[in-house]
């Protein structure tokens, strides 16, 4: 029987020489005659590893990684299939730690499946949700998403169901789901990772959106930094057309459902979706006051569901197994499980899906084995560039939604980036700032000047100019963009800033070098 | 591989391929086609220059005002041609954490500009960007179309030099 040989075509493994490893391959397969075929398959997000390359074997999937290029040769030497004796072998992947001690909801199928095989994404449960959904009336499958507490994972956590049942309750027509794909967070990958390694996923958990408001149109907004994303993307949304999991007759349903890729254009504020949704009318990405809520007057001025790509991708989850089911994981209000995104600089990174309630010492010690550096961890921001910067004492928080915001933190969309001791937090603040000045679309005061004026005032304290003064015109300014902004880009970005303050105090004073 | 980075074309071919566009957007089309017809242009004739943005305007009834504002809000969308080839660093808090701003340093003095210039040769264009969403497998940077990670100093070099040379970026 034909053999397959994963080499993933995400872009992590890609930007790691993915491709050149599976041109190797198909070359060595040719050269040897080998009875393989090379399938790109996603990541399962173990990106230390990346470019990982598998074999099936009878006990499971074997791992060798990471790959380069120029070991090819060795690894298939002779057009033999290497065994897990192989000094490049790793085992059999889902016996690693990192990937047993996971709950994969979400990414079950992430690294596992062919991202463009439909045949693959049915044997491993594809498709049930949108079934079942077909079945339901609008108000059951609303109703499963509130008693199965989904929150936005986009980064606000508001209640996907509350948010649904407002755009099915609104009386106008025609009706939008759009997908907020712009993800612009650093330290946060794990959109780009689904969409790479089971897009399947995120149309049907847009479908089963549609459904349940009754939107005929979805449009899907992909950060233009996303080239990769948007190869699979464009396919992925051809394939499920043909075979009618999109178009007018959903599955012989009679229900029509289609979805558009819209790419953005380099503006980390489109990731808000009231920018967003300017973008996708063809103007300046500039923040809409609210109200009116978006599910109300969203895009062209009618009602829209607004939701990040793992919260339609939880729709699926609870539409195939069940609202009590998804309820099960987490904690309190923090329900379901979160991908975490290990990043920065951390020896073992990658996508780490668990309940709510993990800690940050077990996701960068148990499973990011420390920093990459070898150097001891000084800091870590969760949330993105709006997120604060933690010291070990908060690293045994519970990552969910309270208790972080007890801690002056949030979780976002769930971004994990590690620092290591040589980090200079009092230009990590002022790098805080600096990004809020330079992704401010300018519509309100406090974000546009503040921001700016926030880069200068970090800058004395910095430098020592007049440092007492410069501290409290600091936290006049992080008030006033917190109270005063029109969205989360200014509103937040005191939260970092603030950590620092807080926690790093000693590193906004200028350092022996810089007062010379 | 479709290499939006070496893009530059004759001036007298920009007003045919911006016409083929417009054409292909339809008769009247809606303001809501401004950024997918923007991203054609800037891909295909590697700018958008006023006469672009006028015949844009004139193409969906828009004044030049609107088109020029989007065109100016969008870091993706240029007024003026790049060099032959644009190299996008990563400066994000990730890439932060693994060194991007030493590399960035090392980009800056290895070529001799700052962000946002291109070499006396015309050939290289450094740009700051903020995230491929590479994080775990940084510092990144993207050349043309192409992302890659773990870019060391050395790395880069090895990466630009070509590019220097008169080669095609990968």
């Known amino acids: ?516 | 591989m479709d290499d939006r980075s070496e893009t530059q074309l004759q001036p007298d071919l920009e007003p045919n391929l911006v016409e083929a566009i417009l054409r292909e957007a339809g008769p009247s089309p809606t303001q809501d086609a401004l950024l997918p017809i923007l991203h054609a242009v800037q891909g295909q004739v590697g700018h958008i220059s006023k006469e672009t943005i006028r015949s844009i305007a004139d193409a969906m009834n828009l004044s030049r005002a609107e088109v020029q504002g989007v065109v100016s809000f969008y870091d993706d969308f240029r007024e003026a041609p790049s060099a032959k080839h644009v190299v996008q660093l990563c400066m994000a808090e990730a890439c932060q954490a693994v060194g991007c701003r030493a590399l960035a340093a090392h980009a800056k003095s290895q070529l001799g500009v700052d962000f946002g210039e291109a070499t006396p040769d015309g050939a290289v264009e450094i740009k700051a960007v903020y995230c491929f969403g590479n994080c775990a497998t940084g510092p990144t940077i993207r050349i043309g179309n192409r992302v890659h990670g773990r870019v060391s100093p050395e790395r880069f070099d090895a990466l630009v030099a070509p590019l220097r040379s008169g080669g095609r970026s990968a």
């Open chain 1, 1 to 516: 029987m034909t053999q397959s040989i994963f080499v993933p075509n995400d872009t992590t493994a890609w930007s790691l020489g993915a491709d050149e490893v599976a041109e190797a391959v198909t070359a060595m397969i040719a050269e040897h005659g080998m009875d393989a075929v090379v399938v790109r398959n996603g990541s399962r997000g173990l990106y230390w590893l990346e470019p990982l390359v598998e074999i099936e074997s009878p006990l499971g999937r074997i791992g060798f990684g990471p790959i380069a290029p120029h070991q090819v040769a060795d690894l298939f030497a002779g057009g033999a299939m290497p065994t897990a004796a192989h000094p490049l072998s790793i085992g059999l992947v889902e016996e690693l730690p990192f990937l047993k001690a996971q709950r994969r909801l979400t990414f079950a199928r992430a690294g596992v499946i062919n991202p463009m095989s439909l045949t693959d994404y049915r044997a491993m449960e594809g498709g049930v949700a949108l079934a079942n959904a077909l079945a339901m009336e609008p108000q059951q499958i609303v109703n499963a998403m509130k008693s199965a507490g989904v929150r936005g994972r986009g980064g606000a956590a508001f209640p996907a169901g509350i948010k649904w049942q407002t755009v099915l309750d609104a009386p106008a027509h025609p009706k939008y789901i759009v997908c907020n794909a712009d993800e612009g967070d650093s330290g946060t990958f794990a959109d780009r990772l689904l969409m790479e390694a089971d897009p399947f996923q995120l149309i049907e958990g847009m479908a089963i959106a549609g459904l349940a408001v009754g939107a005929e149109l979805g449009i899907i907004y992909l950060r233009s930094e996303y080239p990769r994303t948007e190869a699979v993307m464009t396919e992925a949304l051809a394939l499920a057309r043909n075979a009618g999991m999109l178009g007018p007759d959903l599955l012989g349903s009679g229900r029509a459902f289609d979805i558009a890729l819209r790419m953005g254009a380099g503006a980390y504020i489109c990731g808000e979706e009231t920018s967003l949704l300017e973008s996708l009318e063809g103007k300046r990405g500039q923040v809409r006051p609210k109200p009116p809520l978006p599910a109300l007057e969203g895009l062209f001025g009618k009602p829209t569901v607004v939701n990040n790509v793992l919260t339609l991708a939880a729709a699926t989850t609870v539409l195939a197994k069940g609202a009590e089911y998804y309820a099960t994981f987490g904690e309190e209000r923090s329900r379901g499980t979160m991908p975490f995104q290990l990043g920065g600089n951390v020896a073992q990174g990658g996508l780490v899906e668990l309940p709510f309630g993990v800690t940050l010492n077990q996701l960068v010690h148990d499973f990011g084995k420390g920093s990459r550096s070898g150097r001891p961890v000084k800091a870590i921001q969760v949330g993105g560039p709006l997120g604060a910067y933690l010291p070990a004492q908060h690293w045994d928080t519970p990552l969910a939604y309270e208790a972080f915001a007890a801690v002056g933190a949030m979780l976002g969309h769930g971004g994990v980036v590690v620092f290591d001791d040589t980090a200079d937090m009092g230009e990590q603040a002022e790098f805080a700032m600096a990004f809020c000045a330079h992704e401010s679309c300018g519509k309100c005061t406090p974000c546009r000047i503040g921001s700016v004026r926030g880069v200068e005032v970090i800058h004395r304290i910095r430098t020592g100019v007049d440092p007492e003064a410069n501290l409290a015109v600091l936290h006049d300014l992080c008030e006033a963009l917190e109270l005063g902004s029109l969205c989360a880009l200014g509103g937040l970005t005191p939260m970092p800033v603030r950590s620092v303050l807080n926690h790093f105090a000693d590193e906004m004073r200028p350092s022996e070098k810089g007062m010379s």
